[in-house]
């Protein structure tokens, strides 16, 4: 009987335990180590909190700063040619109005960007890629956004020509993204070499295609990282890199993407960004 009320006993307080433990949370994933090295720094659009994005100026200030690749936003115009622009249209950013596809290069010229910094109206005329390539050469690291044009893959072909005239077809001194797989694709089959960024944007980030698809790099917004999703991708030995689309919690932001290994930031703020990182 004795024996009876200790085993009893200790079944009751096994249950116990075992119904204590569950309400424990998990313990979290220790982040995993990144690909590179050392987190890369890429210009987003030059210097965009010192002057005019997607101007020559801007990535003159932006190349003074050692960064590891000037960002570039491609569009192309009515007439086939390549120029630094982010937005469908260049209401937001010139003096101007209308779509960069419905404008020709002579239509663009006419116009000039516009800033305001440390109080001041800021202007300069809005550069071809060419003009870009013709600034700085090979002396810089390029990191340039393509996308479709109409639904079709239009810029790529001249992208490259360019690159080969500039002898820049070197995954050492450029990378292409985008948030098109087909401008991707394009882009492999006419410079295999290049490294290919896949991007999502935000809200829309898929663990399982980013995994999935043989893209060596995933760009996402940073309120899309978690840890787990990081390391996932770490482990598949795919580089991350993250954008910030809101700028007052880009510090913030850039802090937590620290702590969890992210390869390479999108960033506004050079010298934030370069002191975070130790650079």
Not at 100 to 129: A, F, H, Q
């Amino acid at each position: 009987m004795r024996i009876f009320l200790y085993a009893l006993l200790i079944v009751l307080l096994l249950c116990l335990f075992g119904f204590l433990g569950k309400g424990k949370p998990e313990a979290e994933e220790a982040p995993v180590p990144g690909v590179v090295a050392s987190p890369k720094i890429f210009a987003h659009r030059g210097a965009a909190n010192q002057f005019n994005e997607n101007t020559i100026k801007s990535y003159k200030i932006a190349s003074m700063e050692d960064v590891d690749a000037l960002e570039i936003d491609l569009r192309m115009t009515k007439d086939n040619v390549l120029i630094a622009m982010h937005d469908e249209t260049i209401d937001r950013t010139t003096n101007g109005t209308g779509r960069v596809s419905e404008l020709t290069l002579r239509d663009i010229k006419s116009y000039v960007t516009l800033g305001l910094y440390n109080g001041e109206i800021t202007m300069e005329e809005i550069p071809t890629l060419e003009e870009v390539f013709q600034t700085f050469g090979s002396t810089q690291n390029y990191y340039i956004e393509t996308r479709l044009v109409y639904g079709e893959t239009v810029m790529e072909e001249v992208l490259v020509k360019m690159l080969a005239n500039h002898q820049l077809l070197d995954k050492e001194k450029v990378a292409i993204q985008s948030f098109s797989e087909e401008s991707l694709e394009k882009m492999a089959e006419l410079a295999p070499d290049l490294r290919l960024t896949l991007l999502f944007r935000e809200g829309e980030f898929d663990l399982t295609k980013a995994l999935d698809v043989d893209f060596p790099v995933i760009g996402m917004e940073s309120t899309d990282a978690t840890l787990d999703a990081v390391n996932a991708l770490h482990r598949k030995g795919k580089e991350v890199h993250v954008f910030f689309n809101n700028p007052e919690t880009l510090e913030e932001q850039q802090e937590k993407m620290k702590q969890f290994n992210i390869d390479g930031y999108f960033t506004d703020n050079i010298s934030y960004t370069k002191r975070l990182l130790g650079k």
